[in-house]
């Protein structure tokens, strides 16, 4: 099976994406290439799209110290080869872009620090 990284362009546009939930099932689906995400409680969650067309940013747009929680868009979905369906965390005013993976499925993800 190809393992590429999709590099691509930033398609899609700005959305400002409300996460809710806290698991895969309740989080909602980033629609822009570039996302703001202003995370009202801690680990509030929003999920990459499958088949991506290239990379995607998220920016936690959050007010408070408030993590925001990142899941792929299945639960056999990996980020970074990590557990399957396992999220990561963008933490207040940190940022994070997300390579798509040939499988349509995974992701590399760059988060700032």
Same mark, same amino acid.
Do not use: H, W
């Given at each position: 099976?190809?393992? @590429?990284?999709?590099? @691509?362009?930033?398609? &899609?546009?700005?959305?400002?994406?409300?996460? $809710? &939930? #806290?698991?895969? /099932?309740? %989080? =909602?689906? !980033?629609? @822009? *290439? +570039?996302? %703001?995400?202003?995370? *009202?409680?801690?680990? #509030?969650?929003?999920? !990459?799209?499958?088949?991506? %067309?290239? =990379?995607? +940013? $998220? !920016?936690?747009?959050? @007010? #408070?110290?408030? %993590? !925001? #929680?990142?899941?792929?868009?299945? /639960?056999?979905?990996?980020?970074?080869? &990590? /557990?399957? &369906? *396992? =999220? +990561? /965390?963008?933490?207040?005013?940190?940022?994070? +872009?997300?390579? =798509?993976?040939?499988?349509? $499925?995974?992701?590399? *993800?760059?988060?700032?620090?």
């Amino acid at each position: 099976m190809a393992r @590429g990284i999709i590099i @691509g362009r930033f398609d &899609g546009g700005f959305e400002t994406i409300t996460p $809710v &939930g #806290t698991t895969l /099932s309740s %989080a =909602p689906v !980033l629609t @822009g *290439a +570039v996302n %703001a995400c202003p995370a *009202a409680a801690s680990n #509030t969650a929003v999920a !990459l799209p499958a088949r991506a %067309a290239g =990379p995607i +940013v $998220v !920016l936690n747009t959050a @007010g #408070t110290a408030t %993590a !925001l #929680t990142v899941f792929p868009p299945t /639960s056999a979905g990996k980020i970074n080869n &990590g /557990s399957a &369906g *396992a =999220p +990561v /965390s963008v933490n207040q005013s940190k940022s994070a +872009v997300f390579y =798509p993976m040939a499988n349509g $499925v995974d992701y590399v *993800a760059v988060i700032s620090a």
